[in-house]
């Protein structure tokens, strides 16, 4: 049985020696060294009864709690193929803390919450079976969770997308395209 925490690049080799850049990474992922913010996204129509949508951000925790923006570290997560593991930590902690806020009544259960994805998490064939058991375990919707695919990315082809649409709708969350024009 894999091991949902090993930390592997996306040919699912583990990162061995990649440097210190990597190693730290690794470290972040490891270590819950990741801070995750998440910013309401508000309806047009104020009046509007749809339960709340949120952005989910997430910033590395570096020396003395500063907060390193994603456009530091993503670039050298992508180089050192970590970001399907970037990309699990964080479904795995949105999930808990919205797991969290449903019991405590703190937050509506039909809220939804936008996660970007890398090209590398897109390709990666085993994450929407790490999405439906990550919600099996936290006893949650798909619905809860829109994956957000980068539509500027030329990595990616047209059938890579059409497949990870497919099974990531079939265990219930959406998906959405964004930054293409």
Same mark, same amino acid.
Request: with cysteine; net charge negative.
């Given at each position: ?14 990162? /061995?020696?990649?440097? =210190? ?32 949508? =949120?952005?989910?951000?997430? !910033? ?60 590398? &998490? /897109? !390709? ?19 619905? &809860? ?37």
């Amino acid at each position: 049985m894999e091991n949902q925490d090993t930390f592997i690049n996306s040919a699912s080799k583990p990162v /061995i020696g990649e440097g =210190y850049a990597g190693k730290r990474i690794i470290e972040a992922i490891e270590n819950n060294e990741l801070l995750l913010l998440y910013q309401l996204i508000d309806p047009l129509n104020i009046n509007s009864s749809e339960c709340r949508h =949120y952005e989910v951000f997430v !910033r590395l925790i570096e020396e003395e709690d500063n907060l390193m923006p994603p456009g530091a570290f993503f670039p050298l997560a992508e180089k050192h193929g970590l970001m399907p593991s970037l990309d699990r930590w964080v479904v795995k902690h949105v999930l808990g803390w919205v797991s969290g806020r449903h019991l405590q009544g703190i937050l509506d259960e039909g809220s939804m919450f936008f996660i970007n994805l890398a090209g590398a &998490t /897109i !390709r990666d064939l085993k994450f929407p079976g790490f999405v439906q058991k990550s919600l099996q375990e936290r006893h949650m919707a798909g619905a &809860t969770l829109c994956f957000e695919i980068p539509g500027g990315d030329l990595t990616l082809s047209v059938a890579e997308i059409a497949r990870f649409a497919k099974a990531i709708r079939e265990i219930g969350c959406s998906v959405a395209i964004i930054g293409f024009g």
